[in-house]
């Protein structure tokens, strides 16, 4: 047996092989040369890990053969379908932007539920999980444009909306309003709330003491407020919060007088927006939503009549969506 030459890469193995005319096969073919058929090693190089890699003469390789162009288009043709496009994504592009969504892929034919297609078996369990969810997104969206499309077109449909003196559970109406679903005003009025109204909570709605003086309570508005809601379908951006206001205001807003829908739960499932730490589509506020939507906010916000005919806007939008393939 031949002993043969031996460098090691942390003796500076690597500059005196190349000195020596030695060279891997990865360095013959970026020289454009390729091994002979039975091409004889001549040395060998060991690096810090034990290692040994086989190194050839330089003179004694062939010239690399040149790729046609015919050779050149097949192969771009294999890569493009033997290659896991998960996988590529990243190693290449994970930096530069996100991942697809598989209602792209889909459209472009990587991937159709039922075949891997373009995955490799890692990647085709993640991405079968993910179209799963996707269709069950599809379907939530689907169920909230239904029912957006039932509230628009049912004529015992209404808005309502309110502000207050704050968030807690001492704080009373200073607002409301009720639109019907054709957008006619049925209420519009300002509320006395028998407490004072503090200056931060002013200036978001512009309500201020003096305005409520001569305004009738809720309880004065109770039996217009009954003529209104009885038999009809309310809707209202954020119904647990106006609920409770209408409660602590001294009117009777139980569930089981009045049916409700809540309009940011509707639109949150339409948006789609999880939120893993609550485990539910996210919230979006009537501002946010409106923006999202590319709607113009009805003349000044946080005024009653205004939220009610913005939530109606919305729901009418989001009547108009198209029912998205599954």
Known sequence: MIDLPLYKTYENGWERADQD?????????????????????????????????????????????????????????????GTCIGCWHDRHMSKLRPFPHLEELQDNGHFTGGTHNTFCGKCYQWAWREWENYLDRQRVRQDAIHTAQELVTQKNTVYLDTETTGLGQQDRIVDIAIVDSAGEVLLNTLVNPKQHISSDVTAIHGITDTMVVDAPTILDLTPQLEHLLTGTQ??????????????????????????????????????????????????QSLTVALQQCHLEFPETAHRAVNDAQATRWLLAWMAEREILKS
């Open 21 to 81: 005319g030695f060279y891997t096969k990865t360095q013959l073919r970026k020289q454009g040369k390729a091994l002979r058929k039975n091409q004889s090693i001549r040395a060998q190089i060991k690096n810090h890990y034990g290692e040994c890699y086989n190194l050839y003469r330089l003179e004694e390789s062939r010239e690399k053969r040149q790729v046609t162009e015919k050779q050149r288009i097949a192969l771009a043709e294999g890569r493009k379908h």
């Open 234 to 283: 309310i809707v209202i951006y954020n119904v647990n919060f106006d609920r409770r206001m209408l409660v602590q205001s001294g009117f009777p807003a139980c569930a089981e007088m009045y049916s409700y829908i809540c309009a940011m739960n509707l639109y949150a499932r339409w948006y789609g927006e999880w939120s893993k730490y609550h485990g539910n589509y996210k919230w």
